[in-house]
C-alpha cells in the first residue's frame, strides 16, 4: 500500500489544522494506521494510531483532547483532526500502516507534511 499525507501548513497557536493519509494500491482497511511526527533535531515519536473500525484508538499524552484520528476505509484516508494546536506540535507530519497483528511494525509510510504552528 502507497501512502501520502497531506494538509500540513502554517498556522498560529491555538488554531486547527486537518491532515489527510490517503492510501492507494491496496484497501487500508486491511491496516492498522498511525500518525507520528519528528521535529527539527529530534526522534520521531507516535502520536494517534486507529484501527481497521475505529473501535481501537490510541494517542500519545502530548495530544490527547486536541487531536482526534478517524477514518474512512470507504475513501481509503485516515484523518488527523487537530486542534488548539501549539509551538510543540510543529513538525512533520507522516502516516503509517501496519498489519493487524501483535509485534507487527509500521513497514509502510507516507512521505510527511510539514505543520508549523507559530507563537
Known amino acids: 500500500v502507497q501512502l501520502q499525507a497531506y494538509g500540513g501548513g502554517l498556522v498560529q497557536a491555538g488554531g486547527s489544522l486537518s491532515l489527510s493519509c490517503a492510501a492507494s494500491g491496496r484497501t487500508l482497511s486491511s491496516y492498522i494506521v498511525g500518525w507520528f511526527r519528528q521535529a527539527p533535531g529530534k526522534e520521531r515519536e507516535f502520536v494517534a494510531s486507529i484501527n481497521w473500525s475505529g473501535s481501537s484508538i490510541d494517542y500519545a499524552d502530548s495530544v490527547k483532547g486536541r487531536f482526534t484520528i478517524s477514518r474512512d476505509n470507504a475513501k481509503n484516508t485516515v484523518y488527523l483532526q487537530m486542534n488548539s494546536l501549539k509551538p510543540d506540535d510543529t513538525a512533520v507530519y507522516y502516516c503509517?500502516?501496519?498489519?493487524?497483528?501483535?509485534?507487527?511494525?509500521?513497514?509502510?509510510w507516507g512521505q510527511g507534511t510539514q505543520v508549523t504552528v507559530s507563537s
Open positions: 503509517a500502516a501496519r498489519i493487524p497483528f501483535s509485534g507487527s511494525t509500521y513497514d509502510h
